[in-house]
């Protein structure tokens, strides 16, 4: 059964950092883009950023260049987020984004094949 199992979401004040883990199960993984996408209330869910198969080209949506890193590890079939200098307004669920058909992320959701549970992030001011 393929998965995005995601871990790392919390509870931390504006400025503090956290690192979100998506770990996948197929075995395609090192082969195509992964991203990471979050929704807050009320709103649609939306790009942040993705990394290409191989792990050297990332892409980020602009509120968060510069203070998001996202890094994979395909030994181990695992994505990050590295969230630093967070603002109240990153508050929302992250969810991790997988596809088996492009070597290079989409910013469209319906481009994504598998889903995350979603992971809580809560910046407080």
């Known amino acids: 059964q393929v998965q995005l199992v995601e871990s790392g979401g919390g509870l931390v004040q504006a400025g503090g950092s956290l690192r979100l883990s998506c770990a996948a199960s197929w075995d395609t993984f090192s082969s195509h883009a992964m991203a990471w996408f979050r929704q807050a209330p009320g709103k649609e869910r939306e790009f942040v950023g993705g990394?290409?198969?191989?792990?050297?080209?990332?892409y980020y949506e602009d509120s968060v260049k510069g203070r998001f890193t996202i890094s994979r590890d395909n030994a181990k079939k695992t994505v990050y987020l590295q969230m630093n200098s967070l603002k109240p307004e990153d508050t929302a669920n992250y969810y991790c984004?997988?596809?088996?058909?492009?070597?290079?992320?989409?910013?469209?959701?319906?481009?994504?094949?598998?889903w995350g549970q979603g992971t809580q992030v809560t910046v407080s001011s």
């Open positions: 990394i290409n198969s191989g792990g050297f080209t990332t």
């Open positions: 984004a997988g596809t088996i058909v492009r070597e290079i992320p989409s910013t469209h959701r319906h481009d994504y094949d598998y």
